[in-house]
């Protein structure tokens, strides 16, 4: 069964930092990029940052660039997403997602894991 679980999801205040993690199970992690998306009440679904296992490339949405740091750990079948410098607008549903490759558009990932709330005060 594949599974992708999201968390480390909280609210914390502008300008702090949260890390979340994606738990990936059920199919060939190795093989896959594994992309972190958001959405806001009221919006469209945003990638914000994709890392491709097989080839190690790094890909971020601009709204997140250079706050937002994605990583892997193979061994553990995890991938990571360390935001810092959270503002508002960053308040969204998180998901994990995995495709063959790496883009940050949802329509090509295979598999989709539940989500984790991030809440940014101000």
């Known amino acids: 069964e594949v599974q992708l679980q999201a968390s480390g999801g909280g609210l914390v205040q502008a300008g702090g930092s949260l890390r979340l993690s994606c738990a990936a199970s059920?199919?060939?992690?190795?093989?896959?990029?594994i992309t972190w998306f958001r959405q806001a009440p009221g919006k469209q679904r945003e990638g914000v940052a994709c890392i491709n296992n097989l080839d190690g490339n790094i890909y971020y949405a601009d709204s997140v660039e250079g706050r937002f740091t994605i990583s892997n750990d193979k061994a553990k079948k995890m991938v990571y997403l360390q935001m810092d410098r959270l503002n508002p607008e960053d308040t969204a549903v998180y998901y994990c997602?995995?495709?063959?490759?790496?883009?940050?558009?949802?329509?090509?990932?295979?598999?989709w894991g539940k989500g984790t709330l991030v809440t940014v005060s101000s």
């Open positions: 997602a995995a495709g063959i490759f790496s883009t940050l558009m949802d329509y090509g990932m295979d598999y």
């Open positions: 059920g199919f060939s992690f190795d093989d896959y990029a």
